[in-house]
């Protein structure tokens, strides 16, 4: 469902940040997705809810929210006004890896401090000609974070790989190309039923959507660095150009064309 939507994206000159977002939503639902990067969120207006690793979650105005990469989750107004968020994406890099796991248990944060050291670094981000200011501010939000994330240690064995995890190298490879499940299910030699079950029990997403999700952030950085949205969709592996408005104004409720302009 989408509403009446305000949203305003930019990519920074600044290490480890990939991308600046900001939104206002009144009635909009995120499908499943995941990303490649760290979501660090904060809220000005209204409650979050969304589902994170088949977990239900609430976010109030005075809570960090730390997303993972890689683990699904969606999200949803919680009231009649809608949200405000202010989204920062960082590089994979930024924060260890070992740190998934944790966030994904935790990802809500109340720390006002920390709060208020991420509102700080979203103004820096819109100051062109800061880089220095926003670099020393996410460094020290990065260990804030960490600080938080390794209070309760968390030990995670890795399941073993299987066939889920073949599909997932291959949609991967053949992200902007396209794969159908049949032609994965003769190469890796099982029933196309049981590959998306597989799947979406190892990844608690299915196939198609997880495409989807990735071919939407690959739009997102294309549309940020300047390419026209109608020589996205091809780029990125959708059909055409209203095959791509379709799936991008569902997930972040405006048009391509809107999403990388800033009034």
Do not use: C
Not at 36 to 53: A, K, P, Q, S
């Amino acid at each position: 469902m989408v509403g009446e939507s305000a949203v305003s994206a930019w990519r920074p000159d600044v290490p480890g940040v990939a991308e600046v977002f900001h939104a206002h939503f009144v009635q909009h639902a995120y499908p499943v997705h995941t990303h490649t990067v760290w979501t660090l969120l904060i809220l000005d207006d209204g409650v979050l809810r969304f589902d994170l690793d088949r977990h239900d979650h609430g976010t109030l105005r005075s809570q960090v929210v730390l997303l993972p990469p890689h683990v699904p989750h969606d999200g949803r107004t919680a009231g009649p006004q809608g949200f405000r968020k202010r989204v920062i994406y960082l590089a994979e890099d930024t924060i260890d890896a070992e740190l998934i796991g944790p966030a994904t248990d935790r990802p809500n944060l109340a720390d006002s401090l920390l709060w208020d050291r991420i509102g700080r670094l979203h103004g820096s981000l819109a100051r062109p000609g800061e880089t220095l200011e926003a670099e020393s501010r996410l460094a020290l939000i990065v260990d804030r974070l960490g600080t938080h994330l390794r209070r309760r240690p968390v030990a995670v064995t890795p399941p073993p790989r299987g066939v889920a995890d073949d599909l997932h190298d291959l949609l991967d490879e053949r992200l902007t190309t396209g794969l159908t499940l049949d032609e994965a299910a003769r190469q890796l030699g099982v029933h196309p039923a049981h590959l998306v079950r597989a799947f979406t029990k190892r990844f608690a997403i299915p196939p198609h959507l997880y495409v989807t999700g990735r071919r939407v952030e690959m739009a997102r950085r294309l549309l940020l660095s300047g390419m026209p949205a109608g020589a996205v969709a091809g780029e990125v592996g959708f059909y055409d150009q209203s095959h791509l408005t379709r799936h991008f104004k569902r997930m972040l409720g405006v048009t391509p064309s809107r999403y990388a302009r800033r009034d």
